[in-house]
């Protein structure tokens, strides 16, 4: 399985203001995704971060709240826009290395919007 | 759209005990299915894929088996230990395809006592 390193672990932010979340992994990989888990909530979808062109997002996700990179086959960016408290959770980065193989989780960044 | 849901949602036995967790979904067309763990505080650790091809897979202590014309799945652990002790999710193809987001149920969570 891939190493994957996410950027920051945990942060707390002021409402209103946007931060980027990292996503690294050590080895190229074909598919990248993010979630969020919101507070004793299981893991929904967001996107699926793709490669040289824009994120697929899944229904309830805006490309303006949620801009999402991924310049290369192993780095990827999530940002939170205009936070509010709503948006207290957390972001978990997902990789498939192979096609039909499992899917692998960073760490995930645990955000606190006061 | 595929929906997972998870049975018992929270389950707590003696140290030694074999048990059984209940996975179900509704969009049978799935090329695989995925086991995870997820530990308080912490991301998600991949436990089994089994594809559709498969009926069971097998990783020490755990045994997870599929059944896609009923839409279940369950995965059995064998004489339970206290470090077992976390949430158990149950995750499908959001669509069925083979690199795909995942749809999560609740997850089960799971003590173990000593």
């Known amino acids: 399985s891939a190493v994957i390193s996410q950027k920051p672990s945990r942060d707390i932010c002021q409402r209103g203001t946007s931060l980027t979340i990292q996503c690294q992994v050590d080895s190229q990989v074909t598919m990248m995704f993010w979630y969020r888990q919101q507070p004793g909530q299981s893991l929904t979808l967001i996107a699926t971060a793709n490669q040289g062109s824009e994120a697929t997002y899944e229904s309830g996700f805006v490309i303006d709240k949620f801009p999402i990179s991924r310049p290369n086959l192993t780095f990827s960016t999530l940002t939170v826009s205009n936070m509010s408290p709503e948006d207290s959770s957390i972001y978990l980065c997902?990789?498939?290395?192979?096609?039909?193989?499992?899917?692998?989780f960073g760490d995930g960044t645990r955000l606190s919007i006061l | 759209k595929q929906e997972v849901t998870q049975i018992p949602a929270a389950l707590s036995v003696p140290e030694g005990e074999n048990l059984v967790l209940n996975c179900s979904f509704t969009?049978?067309?799935?090329?695989?299915l995925q086991w995870f763990r997820q530990d308080p505080g912490k991301g998600l650790t991949s436990l089994l894929l089994?594809?559709?091809?498969?009926r069971e897979q097998t990783s020490g202590r755990l045994n997870a088996s599929l059944d896609k014309s009923s839409g279940r799945s369950t995965l059995y652990i064998a004489a339970s230990q206290p470090g077992d002790s976390a949430t158990y999710l149950c995750?499908?193809?959001?669509?069925?395809?083979?690199?795909?987001?995942?749809?999560f149920g609740k997850g089960t969570h799971l003590i173990i006592q000593p």
């Open positions: 089994i594809q559709s091809s498969q």
């Open positions: 969009d049978s067309a799935i090329y695989n």
């Open positions: 997902s990789v498939i290395i192979v096609q039909g193989q499992p899917q692998h």
């Open positions: 995750a499908a193809p959001y669509s069925g395809g083979g690199a795909d987001g995942l749809t």
